[in-house]
């Protein structure tokens, strides 16, 4: 996986949304951050082939390749998240 | 919203694969933690009704009551996260 090529596709294509360090921007969003390569590739996939549907990412899903997938999942998945629960 | 009646469900139902914290056990699934509880209300709904398929959790929801639904939402969207991304 190319994670500098993902870098730049998560900036141009996913950003506004899911926020480069994959911290959603929106609430219909989810965080990306630190989300396993595959399960980011498997979400990606069945968006590109309608088996999972969302009017904003079965658009965008539709124009990525095989290796674009690889590349903007190695990114997300490369981003540390901590968590902290309530009290 | 009662979150304390979310956390408990987390802790039965969802902390094998998700975490009581939402930071993913196993690679197929996804972290929840801090994301909102639109979306996480939308996919518990989605998997319920078969609008979204997954092999595990098609079988989880289909349990939940819609109040379920509503506090374990609340229980992951109050869990506070941070993201860091690689140099």
Known sequence: A???????????QCRTCHGLDGIAQIPVAPHLAG?????????LKAFRSG?????MMSVVAKNLRDDDIVNVAAWYAAIEITAEMPE
């Open 51 to 55: 088996k999972r549907q969302s009017e």
């Open 35 to 43: 989300e396993s390569e595959i399960y980011l590739q498997t979400q």
């Open 2 to 12: 190319d994670i500098k090529a993902g870098r730049q596709l998560a900036s141009a």
